[in-house]
């Protein structure tokens, strides 16, 4: 069993900044890929942010350039640091992990609770 346990999300002002955590204890972590996903009210979840076992880094067009994933192998953890935060960036987003190692959005199969993030104008 998985245990994926979010932390950091809140209320920020657009242009404001916050920084997701992700812990994953127990989780051969190292080999995982990591990944971030959101979801707004109303909609599908869909992809964020995802870094492979070996450190190659993806990102959903929307939030390049805005958002930097990273991890932190000797902590089990993984990072989303949000910049320029939009108001249509408020979601739940949740953390993930693919066993495979490569990242690929359709291959994370393992999710934690989700964190709220909202984003006033």
């Known amino acids: 069993q998985v245990q994926l346990v979010e932390s950091g999300g809140g209320l920020v002002q657009a242009g404001g900044s916050l920084r997701l955590s992700c812990a994953a204890p127990g989780l051969t972590f190292s080999t995982y890929a990591m990944g971030w996903f959101r979801q707004a009210p109303g909609k599908e979840r869909e992809f964020v942010a995802a870094?492979?076992?070996?450190?190659?880094?993806y990102y959903a067009q929307s939030v390049k350039g805005r958002f930097t994933i990273s991890r932190d192998n000797a902590k089990n953890t993984v990072y989303l640091q949000m910049n320029s935060l939009k108001p249509e960036d408020t979601a739940v987003y949740y953390c993930a992990a693919d066993r495979s190692g490569v990242g690929v959005p359709t291959d994370f199969g393992s999710w934690g609770q989700g964190t709220q993030v909202t984003v006033s104008s």
């Open positions: 870094i492979s076992w070996i450190g190659n880094t």
